[in-house]
């Protein structure tokens, strides 16, 4: 007879896992219970989206110069939607608004939470049913009075209380880290909740999957050109040449990676000296999460977690992933990038 497995659901789980926290009044798990409700009702949007009319372009332009697609904006306003109804959080800081929301809602006048978020990440996959995702970041305000300013918000990757990812994938799934290590859930749809399914979820030490946009080569620093030599030669005790895998979707890269082993790559370009991906609300979130997973980000040369944030939209060159690869492309940097400061 085969044992029937336990069934634990993220809200079960968060709640469980709250009296780990000294002081918890359970904001936090409010917060992510919050976020969770918002990741379902966008993955069922997603999941119909041919049939919805909300693929394509809107015919508008982010901050960042970029084509905002139907459902980056219809993301963006759930996710912002259920953070004014949960009421935990005061701000939030999105990839599709120049500056940050405000939420003054009679329930949120106590909320001590800021949420940084990417709503859609992956958007050039929307119309082509390609993984894409949503990233997260979770800060707590520093001052309790008045309105935050934006110094209060640029705090630094360090200070995240909270972090995580929804990958809508071939299944969609939410993995998140609260500083005590990565846990993953699959949405079961026949439940409608998300169920444990990766717990303590570790990256391997080292892999043989390199992601980078190789057609960007030609515009590469030096250290990073030789690095992807180093993955093309064929060496047998380091099992090389590695594998190289790059879908468009920093989410399902990190994802696959996270579980494979492997390195994720947006470095400077000469037409980008400061990389592409956003700090704020891409690579600290994403670093919190492969750190506790036992993995290192940088941005070449120094930790993610620790760069100043001076800007809510700022980007960084980002090396991510398995240890013993990230700390082989800074060998790299050092010998062959050393004239180039990356720091700002
Ligand atoms: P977004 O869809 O939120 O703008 O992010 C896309 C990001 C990231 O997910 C991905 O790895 C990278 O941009 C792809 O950029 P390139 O097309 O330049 O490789
Ligand atoms: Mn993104
Ligand atoms: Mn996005």
């Keep these: 007879m085969c044992a029937m497995k336990e069934i634990k659901t993220l809200g079960q789980f968060i709640i469980q896992n709250q009296a780990a926290f000294p002081f918890a009044k359970g904001e936090l798990s409010r917060l992510l219970r919050d976020l969770a409700i918002a990741?379902?009702?966008?993955?069922?949007?997603?999941?119909?989206?041919?049939?919805?009319?909300?693929?394509?372009?809107?015919?508008?332009?982010?901050?960042?110069?970029?084509?905002?697609k139907k459902l980056d904006i219809y993301a963006n306003e759930q996710f912002i939607a259920a953070l004014k109804s949960g009421g935990e959080c005061?701000?939030?800081?999105?990839?599709?608004?120049?500056?940050?929301?405000?939420?003054?809602?009679?329930?949120?006048?106590?909320?001590?939470?800021?949420v940084a978020i990417d709503p859609l990440d992956g958007s050039s996959n929307i119309d082509v049913n390609v993984g894409i995702g949503t990233i997260f970041s979770i800060y707590r305000r520093t001052t309790f009075t008045g309105t935050a300013s934006t110094e209060e918000i640029l705090q630094m990757g360090t200070q995240q209380v909270a972090a995580g990812y929804i990958i809508y994938g071939s299944s969609t799934m939410l993995v998140y880290t609260t500083g005590k290590g990565v846990n993953g859930f699959t949405l079961d749809p026949s439940l409608g909740e998300f169920c444990l399914s990766h717990p303590d979820m570790k990256i391997p030490e080292s892999g043989r999957i390199y992601s980078i946009n190789e057609g960007n080569y030609i515009h590469f620093p030096l250290g990073v050109k030789k690095y992807?030599?180093?993955?093309?030669?064929?060496?047998?005790?380091?099992?090389?040449?590695?594998?190289?895998?790059?879908?468009?979707?920093?989410?399902?890269?990190?994802?696959?990676?996270?579980?494979?082993?492997?390195?994720?790559?947006?470095?400077?370009?000469?037409?980008?000296?400061?990389?592409?991906?956003?700090?704020?609300?891409?690579?600290?979130?994403?670093?919190?999460?492969?750190?506790?997973a036992g993995g290192k980000a940088t941005d070449g040369v120094n930790r993610i977690l620790e760069l100043e944030v001076y800007h809510?939209?700022?980007?960084?060159?980002?090396?991510?992933?398995?240890?013993?690869?990230?700390?082989?492309?800074?060998?790299?940097?050092?010998?062959?990038?050393?004239?180039?400061?990356?720091?700002q």
């Excluded at 999941?47 to 909300?54: D, P, T």
């Excluded at 005061?90 to 800021?114: F, P, W």
């Excluded at 000469?270 to 690579?283: D, H, I, N, T, V």
């Excluded at 700022?314 to 180039?340: C, H, N, W």
């Design 90 to 114: 005061c701000i939030v800081v999105s990839e599709e608004n120049d500056e940050h929301v405000t939420i003054d809602s009679e329930i949120s006048k106590h909320a001590k939470y800021i």
């Design 312 to 343: 809510l939209h700022q980007t960084t060159p980002i090396f991510i992933g398995s240890r013993a690869m990230v700390e082989k492309t800074e060998e790299f940097m050092r010998l062959y990038d050393s004239s180039q400061t990356r720091t």
């Design 228 to 292: 992807i030599k180093y993955c093309h030669e064929e060496d047998i005790p380091t099992q090389r040449p590695y594998t190289s895998r790059y879908t468009g979707c920093m989410v399902a890269d990190l994802h696959r990676n996270l579980i494979k082993g492997g390195i994720f790559i947006y470095p400077s370009t000469s037409a980008a000296p400061r990389g592409k991906l956003r700090l704020f609300y891409e690579c600290n979130p994403m670093a919190f999460i492969m750190e506790q």
């Design 39 to 68: 990741a379902k009702i966008v993955n069922r949007e997603i999941n119909k989206a041919g049939l919805a009319e909300i693929l394509g372009e809107l015919g508008t332009v982010n901050c960042h110069g970029e084509c905002q």
